[in-house]
């Protein structure tokens, strides 16, 4: 049973900064992508930030609204995914969830490309 685990959410003022992680339990092989998605009260879920390794390559895609803020990175060898958040605004508020897909075949663009999720984890940024 694969498990994603998110953590690092927190309040904080805007501004300031939150690192986020996700370990994957119970999955010792690689995967094609992986990445963080975000969703707000009465909005959809949208991506934040991805990795892919398609055709050996490591590739990473932001969405517009937190490039040059956010960056995303990777620990293999302890299956950990990060997200550090810097310059928070308010709009970035939402629960963030971790996601991945194991299969090596198909997008990693929408919510239903990815088969394996977190629980999530709450970001708050007050103004």
């Known amino acids: 049973q694969v498990h994603l685990v998110e953590s690092g959410g927190g309040s904080v003022q805007a501004g300031g900064s939150l690192r986020l992680s996700c370990v994957i339990s119970?999955?010792?092989?690689?995967?094609?992508?992986w990445g963080w998605f975000r969703q707000a009260p009465g909005k959809e879920r949208e991506r934040v930030s991805i990795i892919d390794f398609f055709a050996g390559s490591t590739n990473t895609k932001y969405a517009d609204s937190v490039k040059g803020r956010f960056t995303i990175s990777q620990d293999n060898a302890i299956n950990t995914l990060y997200l550090q958040m810097n310059s928070l605004r308010p709009e970035d508020t939402a629960m963030y969830y971790c996601?991945?897909?194991?299969?090596?075949?198909?997008?990693?663009?929408?919510?239903?490309?990815?088969?394996?999720w977190g629980q999530g984890t709450q970001v708050t940024v007050s103004s």
């Open positions: 996601a991945a897909r194991f299969e090596w075949t198909g997008g990693c663009n929408v919510p239903s490309d990815f088969g394996y």
């Open positions: 119970h999955y010792t092989g690689g995967r094609y992508c």
